[in-house]
């Protein structure tokens, strides 16, 4: 079946460092890809997502292209916050079913 | 933009306790809701795929007589935990997506934690 898989962390990084979160997954299909970002106690907020080969999802500096050739979603940000600290999860869907998720990553980032 | 509410947010009962969380969808119909679970550290696990006017769809694994589903609405589904244990002290979320859109994200409500004593 289709899964996720995602870096394992945690990852600390020092404020205005660049960011890499690796993604891959498999796909019997065509998902759209999505990067979702959970706050400390909250639920999912959609940070970004790209629904076919080729395409960049980019918000709030972050940015992710659909690789096909390399079944990577790879998450990316030139300059972290410390705000930016919170667990990002990987995850492919179809058609507004139900989702598949990586395993998160948390990221905290020291000021 | 699309809201998905969720409450209560917290629930702190006893054992034995039964317990209904609900989940709506403010500003759109939402013929397919899902829930799912979330344990410490861990990614979220779909427990099951809400339908409204039938019957829902439990991942294998998941008791339906333990999680009771019900979707009566274009806009609500509720979820109850009959008879909590500890061991189902968890972090319950759930998601819609608009219907008749394809490709569009689900939109996460906050998430109810879950505390059995």
């Known amino acids: 079946g289709d899964s996720v898989t995602q870096m394992e962390g945690p990852v600390t990084l020092s404020e205005e460092a660049f960011l890499t979160i690796n993604c891959t997954y498999t796909?019997?299909?065509?998902?759209?890809l999505f990067w979702y970002v959970q706050y400390p106690g909250e639920g999912l907020q959609l940070l970004l997502k790209?629904?076919?080969?080729?395409d960049k999802g980019s918000n709030k500096g972050f940015e992710a292209t659909y690789r096909k050739e390399t079944t990577s979603f790879h998450l990316e940000k030139g300059s972290v916050q410390v705000s930016d600290s919170a667990v990002y999860f990987c995850?492919?869907?179809?058609?507004?079913?139900?989702?598949?998720f990586g395993a998160g990553t948390r990221l905290t980032v020291k000021p | 933009g699309a809201v998905v509410s969720q409450h209560p947010s917290w629930v702190i009962c006893k054992s034995g306790t039964s317990v209904k969380i609900e989940c709506r969808s403010l500003?759109?119909?939402?013929?397919?809701m899902f829930w799912y679970r979330q344990f410490p550290k861990q990614s979220l696990m779909l427990m099951a795929t809400?339908?409204?006017?039938?019957?829902?769809?439990?991942e294998q694994g998941v008791e339906k007589d333990k999680f009771l589903i019900n979707h009566a609405s274009l806009t609500l589904s509720t979820l109850t935990v009959t008879s909590a244990h500890p061991e189902d002290s968890s972090f319950y979320i759930c998601?819609?997506?608009?219907?008749?859109?394809?490709?569009?994200?689900?939109?996460f409500g906050d998430g109810t934690r879950l505390s059995i004593l």
């Open positions: 500003d759109f119909q939402a013929t397919t």
């Open positions: 790209a629904t076919k080969a080729d």
């Open positions: 995850a492919l869907g179809y058609n507004n079913n139900d989702m598949r």
């Open positions: 796909a019997t299909g065509y998902p759209s």
């Open positions: 809400s339908n409204e006017g039938s019957k829902a769809t439990y």
């Open positions: 998601s819609a997506g608009r219907t008749g859109e394809s490709n569009q994200p689900q939109h």
